[in-house]
């Protein structure tokens, strides 16, 4: 029997980890991409939507008739709350909203590792551990989450929050050989979140299987989830290059987001990066600081 293609409707894919899962899932589903960035040329069994996330009216049009909703789009890293605030709380709620209106069942949050970013690096932590966000940004991202659970509760949405590391071809520091994840592990994550039966309210690391890894990632192994990546690889290479950094950001998983007031964001234009840094830097410095 052939079964039809499901449609994913995946917010923020302008971006860095959309830009990867785009190239991983391709064939596998049809992406309705969706952004306030346009985003061209477009590939086979790919749509754009344009959508503001603070506009609910916009990610209604985005989010009719799909299967499931990949909500990446959002400030993805410490900044002002006023930035912070109307992408990551108005942004998310107004996804979650849209994808109960439009009757989408089943919903992936991108929430991150600074969701729990204040418990220490010499801990190991599940996905049962109290909250304990590192900045302004990891509020928002437990927002989310508790966002997640009050619409799997009330509305019975099914929901896959992936807590994040830090998806890259291959960990750019010492903090990221413990949280790194490669693509195609996070694509094989994502494949979980939108195919598995049973999924209720969950919390997942969205780690690779890191020999370094600060996470007992018990829910996603449960869930299937078998990482096919391990930052071990590039270890030596990684830390032949480190230098010592911040004693606090390194006491923390959260790392430099501990003590960040604001980091330059990567998808925002340069003028606005400047205008974010505390400092007004955007040199390398600045952007090595940007560590998700
Ligand atoms: N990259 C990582 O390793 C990492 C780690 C932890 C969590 N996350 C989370 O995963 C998601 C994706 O991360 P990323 O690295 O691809 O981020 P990114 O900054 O590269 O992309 C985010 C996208 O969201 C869009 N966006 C921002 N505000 C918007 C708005 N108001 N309306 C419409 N679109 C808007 C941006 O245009 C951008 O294309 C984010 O939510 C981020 O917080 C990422």
Redesign the pocket.
């Known amino acids: 029997m052939k079964t039809s293609m499901k449609t994913i409707l995946i917010?923020?894919?302008?971006?860095?980890?959309?830009?990867h899962l785009r190239r991983e899932l391709a064939g596998k589903y049809r992406l309705r991409l969706?952004?306030?960035?346009t985003i061209k040329p477009l590939a086979t069994g790919e749509s754009f939507v344009r959508?503001?996330?603070?506009k609910l009216g916009e990610l209604l049009r985005a989010a009719r008739g799909v299967d499931a909703v990949l909500?990446?789009?959002?400030?993805?890293?410490e900044g002002r709350w006023e930035d912070i605030h109307?992408?990551?709380l108005v942004?998310c709620y107004n996804a979650f909203e849209a994808a109960r209106l439009c009757g989408v069942k089943r919903f992936l949050f991108?929430?991150?590792?600074?969701a729990v970013g204040f418990y220490r690096r010499d801990q190991v932590i599940d996905h049962r551990v109290p909250l304990r966000p590192d900045s302004r940004?990891g509020v928002a991202?437990a927002f989310g989450e508790a966002l997640g659970s009050l619409y799997a509760d009330k509305y019975g949405m099914q929901v896959f929050c992936m807590?994040?590391?830090?998806?890259?071809p291959a960990p750019l520091d010492k903090r990221r050989l413990s949280i790194w994840?490669s693509p195609r592990d996070m694509a094989q994550l994502v494949t979980i979140g939108i195919e598995h039966p049973d999924i209720r309210f969950e919390v997942v690391y969205?780690v690779s299987g890191n020999t370094r890894s600060w996470y007992d990632n018990a829910n996603a192994l449960r869930l299937g989830y078998r990482p096919q990546d391990d930052s071990e690889a590039f270890a030596a290479e990684v830390l032949a290059r480190e230098r010592p950094g911040n004693p606090r950001a390194e006491t923390y998983q959260g790392g430099s987001f501990v003590h960040a007031e604001s980091i330059p964001?990567?998808?925002a234009p340069v003028r606005a990066r400047r205008r974010a840094t505390t400092k007004g830097r955007t040199g390398k410095k600045a952007k090595r600081e940007a560590k998700?």
């Open positions: 917010t923020g894919a302008a971006g860095g980890i959309g830009s969706s952004d306030r960035r959508a503001e996330l603070t909500h990446l789009g959002g400030y993805s890293v109307p992408a990551n942004g991108a929430s991150s590792n600074h940004y991202k807590r994040i590391g830090n998806v890259n994840m969205g964001n990567p998808s998700k």
